[in-house]
């Protein structure tokens, strides 16, 4: 068998290389450009250079070719401009989700390919087993193949499962994931061990294939700034207006009227918002798209005993709200939907279908702890209601749901994107 392994440059995708090679698999490496631009980015304009001349030493340390593909524009046009158009709709998208199932696992895996490969090999902390029923028996398709399932890497602070909960069967049956049953530690002693020029590098972060990023910067590629309010709500607000089933609250009825009032010694004319009692305008932004649900950082506004939180997002009136405190209740929901064109199985054998309902354990970002909930399918779309009520549920975001197996590494069942 024939095995692409994606090399980043990376301690993690380095070991999985190295621990294919000694298995007595046909392997060789590939590196993947994915990104050009350097504008708003935090690293400067020669890091995929550098990164890629670290992989060609690992390659050649390991004694496997070595590749070069450039899927720039494969990386543009299904993960960039849907990261930029998601920003302009007021949704707060996970472009390394789309990475994955878009490219890695798709135009990389295809690339791969074309040079003789039969899977497609990375360096991620999750596991991939042939799925099995109750009583331990393989499962298997109405057309006789294996039926994939994608669980929890051994090392649960390390786990990137999250990030393929949008990959296929079809994608599954062509992956492998060589160090899920490691954790980091035994990672970094193996490539310590073997002498991999990546043995010390430390973990990329940021925008997949992009890395750290001034995110308002960045998104002004595209995005154009320009100037709206910044509305504090204030907690009496609630009292009026109890959570609806999985809607987020819809603070248009706050409204503020003017009145003019004269200042100082020569008593000019000046114009002010009349107090409300459901909130004020406590300063300006420069664009509601450059904001997410939860943020704290990047308001710019004082004068208040605890931290600022962004509550709510209005597009198309440029208007960001905010609230104080940790636990200020406009950041708390219960429910949350998905549209029905934005809901995937990654076990298609087992979907909900309409008018079902199940219990699952559920996250709504990456690293977060599972949270019980309850599914319902309708024809509307899936609605997923959970325990307790959950901390900034932001549009755009993946919520992805594990069996409820009791398990510390559930199995992955599905995922969809947050609409409401």
């Not at 992989?55 to 993960?79: H, N, Q, T, W």
């Not at 009692?277 to 798209?289: M, S």
């Not at 900034?392 to 969809?416: L, N, R």
Request: aromatic letters at 10%.
């Amino acid at each position: 068998m024939k095995i692409c392994i994606g090399l980043s440059g990376g301690v993690d995708s380095s070991v999985a290389a190295l621990l294919l090679k000694r298995q007595g698999y046909d392997v060789f490496a590939m590196y993947m450009q994915n990104w050009h631009d350097i504008e708003g980015t935090l690293h400067g304009e020669c890091e995929w250079e550098e990164e890629k001349f670290v992989a060609e030493m690992v390659a050649r340390k390991i004694g496997i070719p070595f590749y070069f593909v450039d899927l720039s524009k494969e990386y543009m046009s299904r993960v960039a401009d849907y990261m930029f158009d998601e920003y302009a709709r007021g949704r707060t998208p996970n472009p390394d989700v789309l990475c994955n199932s878009q490219i890695k696992f798709d135009a990389f895996l295809k690339a791969a390919g074309r040079l003789g490969a039969d899977m497609v090999a990375t360096g991620h902390y999750c596991r991939k087993r042939q799925a099995a029923d109750e009583d331990g028996k393989p499962v298997f398709d109405a057309e006789g193949n294996p039926v994939w399932s994608i669980l929890e890497g051994t090392d649960l602070n390390k786990c990137q499962a999250y990030f393929l909960c949008q990959l296929s069967q079809e994608q599954l049956s062509k992956a492998l994931f060589p160090i899920g049953d490691l954790d980091k530690k035994e990672v970094r002693r193996i490539a310590a061990e073997a002498d991999l020029p990546s043995a010390d590098k430390k973990d990329s972060q940021g925008i997949c294939f992009v890395g750290k990023v001034d995110l308002p910067v960045f998104l002004q590629q595209k995005l154009k700034s320009e100037e709206g309010d910044v509305v504090e709500v204030f907690p009496a607000y609630y009292d009026s207006h109890p959570e609806t089933f999985a809607s987020p609250y819809d603070y248009s009825d706050i409204v503020f009227e003017t009145e003019t009032y004269r200042s100082g010694r020569k008593h000019v004319k000046k114009t002010r918002y009349k107090a409300h009692p459901w909130g004020a305008v406590i300063g300006r932004h420069e664009g509601a798209q450059f904001y997410t649900l939860g943020q704290r950082k990047g308001l710019a506004i004082g004068g208040h005993k605890s931290p600022l939180f962004v509550i709510g997002t209005d597009i198309e009136r440029n208007v960001i709200y905010v609230g104080e405190g940790e636990s200020h209740p406009g950041l708390f929901r219960s429910a949350l939907k998905i549209n029905p064109d934005e809901i995937h199985w990654i076990r298609p054998d087992l979907e909900l279908k309409p008018g079902e309902e199940g219990r699952y354990r559920l996250r709504i970002r990456y690293r977060q702890a599972l949270q019980g909930a309850v599914l319902k399918r309708t024809e509307e779309g899936l609605f997923i209601i959970f325990d307790e009520p959950q901390r900034s549920i932001t549009p755009g975001q993946f919520a992805v749901w594990y069996a409820d197996d009791g398990t510390s590494a559930p199995e992955m069942i599905g995922s969809g994107v947050i609409s409401a």
